[in-house]
């Protein structure tokens, strides 16, 4: 079973700064991992996701993410937030072979303030 | 290009009711995945279906059952409703040989008074 863990339940951060979220799994197999986007009221959005490959992930809005399989994190990062950005973010893990579902931990919530 | 849609968006039900809460899938796609977010928490998994059956259940008592139809959508009911389970119950589909593509729905805000 995977299970993950997000470290920060909030983080406030000032506009045009850079902020990292970050995002801590456990797994005892190989992993595909996400990270999706809630605004008030909404569902979810996906920001980017790691199937393979390149471990440095671009997502939408200026979004990027690394992953690190020896320490088991994913942790998402923005050079520089937005207004906009105020959310909380998911990070979620599946495994590859399908026969887990999609797992998430409890949220971030980013605060941009002006 | 229709995204997940469910219904309805927002519903008030009396503790003991039962509700039944829809989703059509992303067009294209096979498999139905049903999620409970309690407020200020992540999305828990309560089951999912592919070629109408339930594939998948987490950790959610009896009273939560579900069903998918030949046109793949689905439907999730809960019997003898409890305050507990108010929440925002969102449904996410995708295809069965690609479980890296999850299209999640705006949700139905289900209120137990």
């Known amino acids: 079973a995977q299970s993950v863990t997000q470290l920060d339940s909030q983080v406030p951060v000032f506009e045009e700064a850079p902020v990292e979220l970050r995002c801590n799994y456990s797994?005892?197999?190989?992993?595909?991992l996400f990270w999706y986007v809630q605004y008030p009221n909404q569902g979810l959005q996906l920001l980017l996701k790691y199937l393979s490959g390149s471990t440095l992930v671009k997502g939408i809005n200026g979004f990027e993410a690394e992953f690190n399989k020896s320490q088991t994190s994913f942790h998402l990062r923005k050079p520089s937030v937005h207004i906009s950005d105020t959310a909380e973010y998911f990070c979620?893990?599946?495994?590859?072979?399908?026969?887990?579902?999609?797992?998430f931990g409890k949220g971030t919530r980013l605060s941009v303030i002006a | 290009d229709a995204g997940v849609t469910q219904s309805p968006t927002h519903l008030i039900k009396t503790r003991g009711q039962q509700v039944t809460l829809r989703c059509s899938p992303k067009s294209g796609h096979d498999t139905v995945s049903w999620y409970q977010q309690a407020l200020g928490q992540g999305p828990q998994f309560i089951f999912q279906y592919y070629e109408e059956e339930e594939r998948q259940r987490g950790n959610f008592p009896d009273r939560f059952s579900g069903h998918q139809f030949p046109n793949y959508s689905s439907e999730l009911n809960v019997n003898a409703l409890l305050l507990g389970d108010s929440a925002l119950y969102l449904c996410?589909?995708?295809?069965?040989?690609?479980?890296?593509?999850?299209?999640f729905g705006s949700g139905t805000r289900l209120t137990v008074v």
């Open positions: 797994s005892s197999v190989s992993v595909y």
């Open positions: 979620a893990v599946s495994d590859r072979s399908g026969n887990t579902p999609l797992v």
């Open positions: 996410a589909s995708s295809l069965i040989r690609k479980n890296y593509g999850y299209t």
